[in-house]
């Protein structure tokens, strides 16, 4: 089965030290990967994603991911943690199945960055 | 462009009412989905539509609800009749496919329901 987990309910890091929110999946064949956050009250904002290329991808807000395809990984990342990062992160992988675009999103992660 | 646009923002009602939730697309996207998200099951895919043709609708809980896409700018997400448990907060995306590539789907804020 098709499926994308993310196992940390919570991530809690102190303004300013690097964050990483752990993403793994299980698809066949080549997928495409996002990150998506959410705000309170909000719907989902697009980060990133990865669709070839460069295992490094870069995203907005200084976010980054890199795609580990050995380890079925999409780890999101950033330098240096900002209050503001606060919020919740969903990992998505669309599954490469005849250009359908259905996206199958984990559970979400919890960042809470402390100042 | 204004992004995805849902109304209403907030539906309160009772067991019973018929309820529609509104979506209109980014001008131009070619695929239209709506998700379902609370707290127990996480973010669920309904339903989508490709040019305005419902293409997978697996994710839809029963057959109280019913989605319509009646041209490329207007969805909607009926729910006839409501039940308490029916209270999450519904999202509408969108995104264009260029060929074999797919895009990024962009939300709208959500629609937060309440059946009393």
């Known amino acids: 089965a098709q499926s994308v987990a993310q196992p940390e309910d919570q991530v809690n890091v102190a303004e300013g030290n690097p964050l990483t929110v752990k993403c793994t999946y299980s698809?066949?064949?080549?997928?495409?990967l996002f990150w998506y956050v959410q705000y309170p009250n909000r719907g989902l904002q697009f980060l990133l994603k990865y669709i070839t290329g460069d295992n490094l991808v870069k995203g907005s807000y200084g976010f980054e991911a890199e795609f580990n395809k050995s380890q079925t990984s999409f780890h999101l990342k950033k330098p240096s943690a900002l209050v503001s990062d606060s919020a919740l992160y969903f990992c998505?992988?669309?599954?490469?199945?005849?250009?359908?675009?259905?996206?199958?999103f984990g559970a979400g992660t919890r960042l809470a960055v402390h100042p | 462009d204004a992004g995805v646009i849902q109304s209403p923002r907030h539906e309160v009602t009772e067991m019973g009412q018929e309820v529609t939730l509104r979506c209109k697309p980014i001008s131009g996207h070619d695929y239209l989905f709506w998700y379902r998200q609370t707290m127990m099951r996480g973010l669920e895919l309904l339903i989508y539509f490709n040019n305005n043709v419902p293409i997978d609708d697996s994710g839809m809980p029963e057959d109280r609800f019913s989605a319509k896409m009646p041209n490329a700018s207007f969805s909607t997400l009926k729910i006839q009749p409501s039940e308490p448990r029916d209270s999450a907060v519904y999202f509408c995306?969108?995104?264009?496919?260029?060929?074999?590539?797919?895009?990024?789907?962009?939300f709208g804020p959500g629609t937060r329901l309440l059946v009393l």
């Open positions: 698809v066949s064949g080549n997928p495409y």
């Open positions: 995306a969108s995104s264009l496919t260029s060929g074999r590539i797919r895009e990024t789907q962009y």
């Open positions: 998505a992988v669309s599954p490469f199945s005849g250009g359908y675009n259905k996206l199958i």
